[in-house]
């Protein structure tokens, strides 16, 4: 069932110094990540800034990154949408672009009822043959996808086969996984919830901290499927500032700032985000060296 085990990267968008996005470092990024470890490609995500990407420009994104996978790994692509039209017009688009499968955030801002969540999920997967994992992060969007409601699309769509969870409820995961009783995979969605998480049966995780840390946040899955709880228990104990540094402004901000850091001239972010606070900048930079990275700009 699973589209994927391990560690996903929920990959940044460069952009060019004015604005427009930098395909060629995409490219580069996706190729640093594939040899560094990781296991899938999350492409137009929230961390992708897919907010602010025109239609256009997340089909390109979603062509570019399937190229340059080129079956390597997995590439799953954001197309969720407030509008249910609209998601299923990007994700037919980025079945066409060549995409494996398709991440769909809940339908933000119109506060879907569960019922509404149902039909909107519905009416996704039937209009598509992949593989589809769904997002609850409520922080975002204003609504919960319920544990129950959760299952009912798994058991009812047989194309919706996972879930990332961001809501940060480990109890309510586990309702979930009681619930599914192996009907549906879980993806962590909070890099510091990931051993949690795999504890209650996840496959593993779609990172923030793999932009910069992609073949440590692949152990820490590794380790942990390999049987070793002990060792990846370490591994996600030890990032734990990087990761706080990471979310100390909304995402992706310190993420950009972070690969910027690093050397790898990721470009900036598009309004209405802004770049990182001089102070936060400096927290987010020490925790970088502590980790052992190798801060390049200060």
Do not use: W
Not at 252 to 274: D, E, F, H, Q
């Amino acid at each position: 069932m699973s589209i994927f085990k391990g560690a996903g990267v929920a990959i940044i968008t460069p952009m060019h110094t004015d604005g427009s996005v930098n395909y060629e470092k995409l490219e580069e990024l996706i190729d640093e990540q594939i040899d560094n470890g990781t296991d899938a490609i999350i492409i137009c995500g929230t961390t992708g800034e897919s907010s602010t990407l025109s239609e256009p420009e997340h089909v390109e994104c979603i062509r570019v990154a399937a190229a340059a996978a080129k079956k390597r790994v997995p590439v799953i692509a954001g197309t969720g949408s407030n509008d249910t039209q609209t998601a299923i017009y990007l994700t037919k688009e980025a079945q066409d672009a060549g995409a494996d499968g398709a991440l769909l955030v809940s339908p933000y801002y119109n506060k879907a009822t569960q019922n509404g969540l149902i039909a909107h999920y519905t009416a996704i997967a039937k209009s598509t043959d992949l593989p589809l994992i769904l997002y609850n992060i409520q922080s975002r969007t204003g609504v919960n996808i319920n544990p129950e409601t959760i299952v009912t699309l798994a058991k009812t769509c047989d194309n919706i086969v996972a879930v990332k969870e961001a809501s940060g409820n480990i109890s309510q995961i586990a309702k979930l996984m009681h619930l599914a009783d192996g009907c549906i995979d879980l993806y962590s969605g909070n890099d510091d919830q990931i051993v949690p998480i795999m504890s209650l049966g996840g496959s593993g995780v779609i990172s923030v901290l793999s932009n910069v840390a992609p073949k440590y946040t692949h152990d820490i899955v590794a380790s942990y499927l390999d049987g070793d709880v002990e060792k990846s228990c370490k591994l996600q104990l030890a990032a734990i500032p990087l990761i706080n540094a990471l979310f100390c402004e909304v995402n992706p901000i310190p993420v950009k700032k972070a690969m910027n850091l690093l050397g790898k001239n990721v470009g900036s972010l598009r309004l209405p985000l802004t770049e990182m606070e001089d102070a936060h900048a400096k927290l987010l930079a020490q925790a970088m060296r502590d980790f052992g990275l190798n801060v390049v700009e200060a």
